[in-house]
């Protein structure tokens, strides 16, 4: 008992390891496989054929058929190695196939028809990672209109929430002035009121605004956060009042001291909140979900989730879409990610 | 700006600032709580309030008509508390699971281990994901043929069709929400592990504590404050479900993972007639609930700042 309980609290080990390091090993690779397994799947199975799909029990790596060239033949026949009957050992392409039987041919001998029985011949597979997946999407769906869509509010919201949080939190931070208590507890009061509980009174506000199925109707209401505001004041508090005397003595104007000093001082945790705020944009659902009823103003979440609700789910054209979905928010998660978690153990999250 | 400057003096100044975020907090999020509150008192499916006619608390007595609160059945609005069961049965389940998980993981984590920003980052990655993406890999995975059950079938005991079934389908949706959520709360939890002093641990081994005792006695203790803000913050998350649990089984089969933002949605917005009143009246419980939560997280993390 005491050494299971050893495995719950040691801390730093020392020398060799003890089977509670290897307990712990052990959870951490499994936690690999649980947290990373899943993606990898959906990928490997975005890369199959829609035959490929289709199999049952499904294989790790996507296959495609080989080909062979038989003379008088203008497309590649299917390749298949006999195994079984005369022909054994043979690869031979087939012309024909019904009813359990297949008609194949020797490539050496291409007038020569045979007819086999199908478990007499096995097909002859390599890895291949097929992109039709891919490519339908651009021909038969306006993925490229949701991408647009998708980039225009995550880029647009992230931009003005930066400007008007910036301000927010730079009023809060470096001015003294009647009310200031007041405004930072409305700051905290709109903590209390996400989203999903205002949902119908917003819906009408927007839609008053004209902004019914208008990307603008997205982006604007989420604007302003709190936790931006308060994340961004944190950080502009320890700015030294002097830099801004200095500026003020030289006769800059506020928003200069504003544009020119302090937006560059704080870049740090400007990038932080940009980072959250990607994130959130580029995932939200609910609320576009209620205000972009129409089909070409669907972000990707919405094309998503429209998609696979359709009677025959389209799993080859989906694989794919969801590929390109998360592939943004993973690119940011390698090269930033150092940043989300100092950036959301901050703030709390949303 | 300048003039505008000259106009107001320079701490006055700081009202100009104020003023975009001012307007967007008011017409987004104060104006609607306000308006909430008229819409749950009038009825039809107008969005007009002007259009709408007043039915006192009607809507209130439309949701809580029950002749046994524990048996939806006897309900009138039996979708409500179907929604609102579900939605109990889901919080307890997934903030238990997510909160042990969680723990277990940054107390792993906060180890001599190898390697641990990469594991760290590991159990963090699914928190990135889309909640649509999060569902849809993992109805792939579940589908009837889907590779789940081709290892199931290859071990002889058989594919499932999960998600037909109402306790598999709510048991994969606490899943799937812990599994996407869990390496938010590690984080915040191993960060409050790694702010409890080394020499506490150093005074304990001194003393010959065992292993046990030294968990009990200091880690618990040390980590209660951050273990409760976790428990708050997974609560209020956690009665807000929806995003990811919606896409993953459509709140089906029947309304076996119907939360109640769910609910709210469907009466408001995907049903016709849209009885936005009950929406809002649905909405205005609900928010009680959060303001509750969010009041108890605020009081939890001022303390940890004067202490």
């Given at each position: 008992m005491a050494r299971v309980l050893s495995f719950l609290t040691a801390t730093r080990g020392k020398g060799r390891l003890h089977w509670t390091d290897w307990v712990s090993y052990a959870y951490l690779i499994f936690g690999i496989f649980l947290m990373f397994g899943p993606v990898v799947w959906l990928v490997l199975s975005s890369f199959k054929s829609a035959n490929e799909l289709d199999r049952?029990?499904?294989?790790?790596l996507p296959y495609a058929q080989e080909t062979v060239e038989v003379d008088g033949f203008d497309d590649p026949l299917l390749a298949f190695t006999v195994?079984?009957?005369?022909?054994?050992g043979e690869i031979v392409g087939q012309t024909r196939r019904a009813a359990g039987r297949a008609e194949v041919i020797v490539p050496s001998n291409p007038d020569e028809r045979f007819r086999l029985t199908v478990d007499q011949i096995e097909p002859i597979e390599r890895v291949a990672f097929a992109t039709e997946n891919y490519s339908q999407l651009f021909e038969r769906f306006n993925f490229l209109k949701f991408f647009w869509n998708s980039t225009f509010i995550t880029v647009t919201a992230t931009l003005l929430m930066l400007l008007v949080n910036s301000m927010a939190a730079f009023a809060l931070s470096k001015y003294e002035f009647r009310g200031r208590t007041s405004v930072l507890l409305i700051v905290i009061g709109t903590?209390?009121?996400?989203?999903t509980v205002v949902l119908v009174p917003l819906f009408l506000i927007v839609t008053e605004l004209g902004?019914?199925?208008?990307l603008w109707g997205v982006i604007?209401?989420?604007?302003?956060?709190p936790t931006g505001v308060f994340l961004l004041r944190q950080y502009m508090i320890?700015?030294?009042?002097e830099i801004l005397d200095a500026a003020r003595m030289d006769k800059a104007s506020e928003w200069k001291i504003f544009w020119r000093i302090i937006i560059p001082l704080s870049a740090p945790a400007i990038a932080v909140l940009a980072i959250l705020a990607i994130m959130w944009r580029w995932n939200d659902f609910l609320w576009p979900l209620i205000v972009l009823t129409r089909t070409e103003n669907f972000t990707l979440q919405l094309a998503l989730n429209s998609f696979q609700g359709?009677?025959?789910?389209?799993?080859p054209s989906l694989l794919a879409m969801t590929v390109l979905t998360l592939l943004p928010i993973a690119a940011v998660f390698m090269f930033l990610q150092k940043y989300i978690a100092t950036g959301i153990a901050s703030t709390g999250g949303k | 700006m300048l003039a505008l400057q000259r106009k107001l003096g320079v701490n006055r100044l700081a009202w100009a600032f104020l003023l975009p975020n001012l307007i967007l907090f008011g017409l987004f999020a104060f104006l609607p709580v306000i308006l909430n509150v008229f819409y749950a008192m009038t009825g039809g499916d107008n969005v007009l309030l002007a259009d709408r006619p007043d039915v006192g608390a009607r809507n209130f007595v439309t949701l809580l008509d029950?002749?046994?609160?524990?048996?939806?059945?006897?309900?009138?609005?039996d979708k409500f508390w179907r929604a609102v069961w579900n939605t109990v049965r889901f919080v307890i389940l997934q903030v238990g699971f997510m909160v042990g998980f969680a723990l277990l993981t940054a107390i792993i984590l906060n180890?001599?281990?190898?390697a641990r920003g990469f594991f760290r980052s590991v159990f963090f990655f699914?928190?990135?994901?889309s909640p649509v993406v999060v569902a849809l890999i993992w109805k792939w995975i579940l589908q009837r043929e889907g590779v789940l059950n081709a290892f199931l079938d290859w071990t002889g005991a058989g594919g499932i069709n999960w998600l037909v079934d109402a306790q598999w389908a709510f048991g994969w949706s606490v899943f799937i929400s812990v599994w996407a959520h869990m390496g938010f709360y590690t984080l915040i939890l191993l960060a409050g592990l790694q702010a409890i002093p080394r020499d506490v641990y150093e005074a304990a081994l001194m003393d010959r504590a065992n292993a046990w005792r030294t968990f009990r006695r200091i880690t618990l203790p040390l980590l209660a404050p951050t273990m409760l803000v976790v428990l708050i913050l997974a609560l209020i998350k956690g009665v807000q479900t929806f995003d990811e649990v919606y896409a993953f089984t459509?709140?089906?089969?029947?309304?076996?993972?119907?939360?109640i933002i769910q609910y709210i949605y469907e009466e408001g917005f995907?049903?016709?007639?849209?009885?936005f009143g009950l929406a809002a009246a649905a909405s205005l419980l609900v928010a009680g609930v959060l303001v509750v939560l969010t009041l108890i997280q605020l009081r939890i993390s001022r303390n940890n700042v004067d202490g």
């Open positions: 049952f029990p499904p294989r790790f195994v079984d009957g005369e022909l054994e903590l209390m009121i996400p989203q902004m019914f199925n208008s604007i209401p989420g604007a302003a956060t320890t700015i030294p009042d359709e009677l025959q789910t389209d799993w | 029950c002749e046994n609160y524990l048996d939806v059945n006897s309900c009138r609005e180890r001599d281990i190898r699914p928190v990135l994901l459509g709140g089906g089969p029947g309304t076996a993972t119907t939360f995907a049903g016709a007639p849209r009885l």
